[in-house]
């Protein structure tokens, strides 16, 4: 049977360690996408493993709840300099939305953030379940982009709790409001970024932000964007001028 061309090669997540001519069972969900794919046992598919590893390996066995792969070839990518966002705990499906790109734009920490408003939100992405179709559609787009790296996924903070947090990083930080300088002036090896909820912050909020804390009040434009909106274009920005590794 004659291989597939590298070229269309398909992506598969396993969360195992990969190295050459290793056998690697694959979950029953990934078993389940290869037959939906119409990938026959022989047949050559990528494998990532979101810790850095990204192999190229032969389907040996498929069943209608199992598949095995044997890896040819491993490779390790370089881990992106640190790129975390902080979101605010809103609606869910469009968290979910910022979740999928964030995986696909390398962000390598993803901080759900309790503000005021997130109280009036319904219904609002939060809890471990909740946590776990973030991890679904990370994996998702990570597969469909054929990154390496999965974002580290964080448990709600408030928003307090968050800004402490925060302060043990070595990078940039910056606030995202419409007032606020350019985004860029000066290139950071890493950055935080930190988006407010929809409908802005409470004055207080503010204060703990910009005042308390430091960060530092930066603008994506003249218009007020969506918060899925404002992550995607911020880590966007981001990811292409942060220093490589």
Do not use: C
């Not at 997540?13 to 069972?25: G, H, I, K, Q, T």
């Not at 199992?66 to 640190?82: C, D, G, I, L, W």
């Not at 390598?108 to 471990?128: C, K, L, M, N, T």
């Not at 402490?164 to 990083?169: D, F, G, H, L, Q």
């Amino acid at each position: 049977m004659e291989r597939r061309r590298h070229a269309t090669l398909a992506t598969f997540f396993a969360d195992e360690p990969l190295s050459a001519d290793r056998s690697v069972d694959l979950p029953d969900d990934v078993a389940q996408h290869i037959r939906v794919r119409r990938i026959e046992s022989g047949d050559l598919i990528r494998l990532t493993n979101g810790r850095g590893a990204l192999a190229t390996a032969i389907l040996e066995r498929l069943t209608k709840s199992h598949a095995t792969a044997r890896v040819e070839q491993a490779e390790s990518v370089p881990k992106p300099a640190m790129l975390r966002l902080l979101v605010p705990v809103a609606d869910k499906e469009r968290m979910l939305w910022l979740a999928e790109k964030s995986a696909e734009l390398s962000v390598s920490h993803w901080q759900p953030v309790i503000f005021e408003r997130s109280a009036s939100v319904s219904p609002r992405g939060e809890g471990e379940k909740f946590a776990q179709k973030v991890r679904a559609r990370m994996i998702g787009a990570l597969e469909q982009s054929g990154g390496a790296w999965l974002p580290e996924i964080a448990s709600e903070l408030s928003l307090g709790d968050a800004l402490v947090r925060a302060e043990n990083s070595d990078g940039e930080r910056y606030y995202l409001e419409r007032r606020g300088r350019p985004l860029v002036k000066e290139l950071p090896r890493e950055a935080d970024v930190l988006i407010g909820p929809e409908g802005g912050v409470e004055d207080q909020e503010r204060l703990l932000i910009v005042e308390k804390h430091g960060w530092l009040p930066v603008s994506l434009g003249e218009t007020t964007l969506r918060f899925e909106t404002a992550g995607v274009v911020a880590a966007g920005v981001l990811r292409g001028l942060l220093a490589k590794p």
